[in-house]
């Protein structure tokens, strides 16, 4: 499996990540694939669009180049819709590009826990239908308990108190990539690294969680935020971040929508279009629906997702379609990105390209990689003074799209 290509002696490590932003932990964690594992990493990144529902924070192009400033030999791009969806199904397109883009043969993780044996025992555990079954049941049993909690009820019962990682953010992600590689049979050895702070814990020295460089950014103490950051190339991004123009936008769209339109919207099951439906037109701003729709099953992350594919008319066949091409975000000018880019010219199974040319020879993955572009345009345009096309440009071809669809 690890093979010597020219200089290049072995595989590379992947990384599925967000950057959002890139910070002093993600720089030292490329720092062990490098010491540590001796590999080269490839980042499988977030484009545009993160798993809250929103836009980055910082842009992809800058959090791409950090990466790789840092220690990333290659960074891939995970799209829209994709980067935005279920841990499942974003762990599942990480894993996906990972494994065809012909350049990785390890997958590594931050993890709270750290043990990949342990890790590895729940994964197996939740690929077996009888388990899954039973969350199933019990959440039919107890509607007002969250799938995450649900699921980890069922797991004590099968592993006792050692399945409480099983409610850690960055074990969640990190059950849901062995999964994906046991279900792809993808030719990848997971690897759990010791996070170097917990995701909502305090700080540790240099280090600190995104969330609360996010918050401090926001609050303006960008003095504080920058000293958890590698540098100050994020800097000006985060001081002008201002999400609440594009929630305008995503608000606007979707009083467009019918309850019909809704009802063929990614995620959107048990009648769930009536609630959104309900709250859009009840609710006088996005902030407000947000509230509206806030219940005991519905985290925020997850009702910020159902709006934004909701709005951007993200269907239920868009959303099971696995991605079909690998958008290279950035890359090192170095031998081994060079060599890793040779080796993948022989083992990729999908198109790796800086460019659409290739990616129009698929007229499924020139799909897919169009909708990705349209949903970066609507972004643009709710951007004072940063749009490159006007709205009504955008919003004329996103009704064009929705009448192709029907």
Same mark, same amino acid.
Do not use: W
């Given at each position: 499996?690890?093979?010597?290509?020219?200089t290049?002696?072995?595989?590379?490590?992947?990384?599925?990540?967000?950057?959002?932003?890139?910070?002093?932990?993600?720089?030292y964690?490329?720092?062990?694939?490098?010491?540590?594992?001796?590999?080269?990493a490839?980042?499988?990144?977030?484009?545009?669009?993160?798993?809250?529902?929103?836009?980055a924070?910082?842009?992809?192009a800058?959090?791409?180049?950090?990466?790789?400033?840092?220690?990333?030999?290659?960074?891939?791009? &995970?799209?829209?819709p994709?980067?935005?969806?279920?841990?499942?199904?974003?762990?599942?397109?990480?894993?996906?590009?990972?494994?065809?883009?012909?350049?990785?043969?390890?997958?590594?993780?931050?993890s709270?826990?750290?043990?990949?044996?342990?890790?590895?025992?729940?994964?197996? #555990?939740?690929?077996?239908?009888?388990?899954?079954?039973?969350?199933?049941?019990?959440?039919?049993?107890?509607?007002?308990?969250?799938?995450?909690?649900?699921?980890?009820?069922?797991?004590?019962?099968?592993?006792?108190?050692?399945?409480?990682?099983?409610?850690?953010?960055n074990?969640?992600?990190?059950?849901?990539? &062995?999964?994906?590689?046991?279900?792809?049979?993808?030719?990848?050895?997971?690897?759990?690294?010791?996070?170097s702070?917990?995701?909502?814990?305090a700080?540790?020295?240099?280090?600190?969680?995104?969330?609360?460089?996010r918050?401090?950014?926001?609050?303006?103490?960008?003095?504080?935020?920058?000293?958890?950051?590698?540098?100050?190339?994020?800097w000006?991004?985060?001081?002008?971040?201002?999400?609440?123009?594009?929630?305008?936008?995503?608000?606007?769209?979707?009083?467009?929508?019918?309850?019909?339109?809704?009802?063929?919207?990614?995620?959107?099951?048990g009648g769930?279009?009536?609630?959104?439906?309900?709250?859009?037109?009840?609710?006088?701003?996005y902030?407000?629906?947000?509230? #509206?729709?806030?219940?005991?099953?519905?985290t925020?992350?997850?009702?910020?997702?159902?709006?934004?594919?909701?709005?951007?008319?993200?269907?239920? &066949?868009?959303?099971?379609?696995?991605?079909l091409?690998?958008?290279?975000?950035?890359?090192?000018?170095?031998?081994?990105?060079?060599?890793l880019?040779?080796?993948?010219?022989?083992n990729?199974?999908?198109?790796?390209?800086?460019?659409?040319? #290739?990616?129009?020879?698929?007229?499924?993955?020139?799909?897919?990689?169009?909708?990705?572009?349209l949903?970066?345009r609507?972004?643009?345009?709710?951007?004072?003074?940063?749009?490159?096309?006007?709205?009504?440009?955008?919003?004329?071809?996103?009704?064009?799209?929705?009448?192709?669809?029907?």
């Open positions: 499996m690890i093979e010597a290509t020219g290049l002696q072995k595989k590379a490590c992947g990384v599925v990540c967000e950057y959002n932003p890139f910070h002093n932990g993600h720089a964690q490329l720092k062990q694939i490098r010491e540590t594992l001796d590999m080269p490839v980042c499988a990144m977030s484009g545009s669009f993160v798993q809250r529902g929103e836009p924070c910082v842009l992809k800058v959090r791409a180049q950090s990466a790789v400033t840092y220690g990333a030999s290659v960074v891939l791009e &995970i799209p829209f994709y980067s935005c969806m279920t841990a499942e199904k974003f762990a599942a397109t990480g894993v996906r590009l990972l494994d065809a883009c012909g350049m990785c043969s390890h997958l590594a993780f931050g709270e826990c750290a043990d990949v044996g342990l890790l590895s025992e729940l994964a197996a #555990a939740l690929c077996e239908k009888e388990l899954l079954k039973s969350i199933q049941v019990y959440q039919k049993e107890h509607p007002e308990t969250s799938y995450i909690r649900a699921r980890s009820l069922i797991l004590r019962r099968y592993f006792g108190e050692k399945a409480a990682v099983s409610e850690n953010p074990d969640i992600l990190g059950i849901e990539y &062995i999964k994906a590689i046991r279900r792809q049979s993808a030719d990848l050895i997971p690897v759990a690294l010791a996070r702070v917990d995701r909502k814990g700080p540790n020295g240099v280090f600190a969680s995104s969330s609360l460089v918050t401090l950014a926001r609050s303006g103490d960008l003095d504080s935020a920058s000293a958890f950051l590698p540098d100050l190339s994020a000006p991004h985060l001081e002008n971040y201002r999400p609440e123009n594009f929630r305008k936008a995503v608000y606007l769209l979707l009083l467009s929508k019918t309850k019909e339109q809704l009802a063929g919207t990614c995620e959107y099951t769930l279009e009536n609630a959104v439906y309900r709250a859009v037109r009840t609710s006088g701003n902030e407000q629906t947000v509230q #509206a729709l806030r219940c005991k099953t519905l925020d992350a997850k009702i910020r997702r159902i709006l934004l594919f909701g709005a951007l008319g993200v269907t239920k &066949i868009q959303a099971e379609t696995p991605l091409y690998a958008n290279i975000l950035a890359a090192a000018e170095n031998e081994t990105a060079r060599e880019l040779r080796l993948s010219r022989k990729r199974k999908i198109p790796l390209t800086h460019r659409t040319s #290739a990616v129009r020879k698929n007229k499924e993955a020139a799909k897919q990689h169009e909708y990705n572009a949903a970066e609507i972004l643009a345009a709710s951007e004072p003074n940063n749009g490159k096309e006007s709205d009504h440009a955008v919003l004329q071809q996103l009704s064009e799209r929705q009448e192709t669809q029907k």
